[in-house]
T-cell receptor, first 114, second 117 residues
């Protein structure tokens, strides 16, 4: 089983609909992240969470919200989806007790807003 | 603010030739530097990292990277490219301390590596 699991893997939704992307991890890491990938733009940080009670906005948080339901679960919501939110979304985790550890990524969710 | 630049959108290499994918960074503190690879329809896979110590770090699949503090660079290299190395490569940086927005992983825009037979 994957250490970082994202559901769904693919989703097509209509403009104005609310949609939730879910992420769960079995690595026991405190930090979790949501990134968005667009061609030619790399990965942009949407939200990050240091622990269940600590959630922070990233570079491009407008139009998104998150919920850290437990240490292992971090969900991303689009309250009212719009076409320019069509992208590949990645969840990631890291263990920052030591600082120099790498992040582990899920397989991604490909979201299309029509 | 920390940032990462990958100056080449695409790198083309013949199989068997050495390859270099360039990365430069900007941080105010000590850098933690990472390389990731992304194959089509897949997530990002960790290749290697520099935290401290020897400037030449070795990673997965025969890749290595050289940290150059004076040039603020962390170029990815491989002595002999394989067709299977064709993928999208991302450089990332994290400042070497905690708190606030510092410590988050910031990515470059990616470089597409194409290795031809």
């Amino acid at each position: 089983d994957a250490d970082v699991t994202q559901t769904p893997r693919n989703r097509i939704t209509k403009t104005g609909k609310r949609i939730m992307l879910e992420c769960s991890q079995t690595k026991g890491h405190d930090r979790m992240y949501w990134y968005r990938q667009d061609p030619g733009l790399g990965l942009q940080l949407i939200y990050y969470s240091f622990d269940v009670k600590d959630i922070n906005k990233g570079e491009i948080s407008d139009g998104y919200s998150v919920s850290r339901q437990a240490q292992a679960k971090f969900s991303l919501s689009l309250e009212s989806a719009i076409p320019n939110q069509t992208a590949l979304y990645f969840c990631a985790t890291s263990d920052d007790r030591q600082g120099g550890t790498e992040a582990f990524f899920g397989q991604g969710t490909r979201l299309t807003v029509v | 603010a920390q940032s990462v630049a990958q100056p080449e959108d695409q790198v083309n290499v013949a199989e068997g030739n050495p390859l270099t994918v360039k990365c430069t960074y900007s941080v105010s503190g000590n850098p933690y530097l990472f390389w990731y690879v992304q194959y089509p329809n897949r997530g990002l896979q960790f290749l290697l990292k520099y935290i401290t110590g020897d400037n030449l770090v070795k990673g997965s699949y025969g890749f290595e990277a050289e940290f150059n503090k004076s040039q603020t660079s962390f170029h990815l290299k491989k002595p002999s490219a394989l067709v299977s190395d064709s993928a999208l490569y991302f450089c990332a940086v994290r400042e070497g301390y905690y708190g606030g927005s510092q410590g988050n992983l910031i990515f470059g825009k990616g470089t597409k590596l194409s290795v031809k037979p």
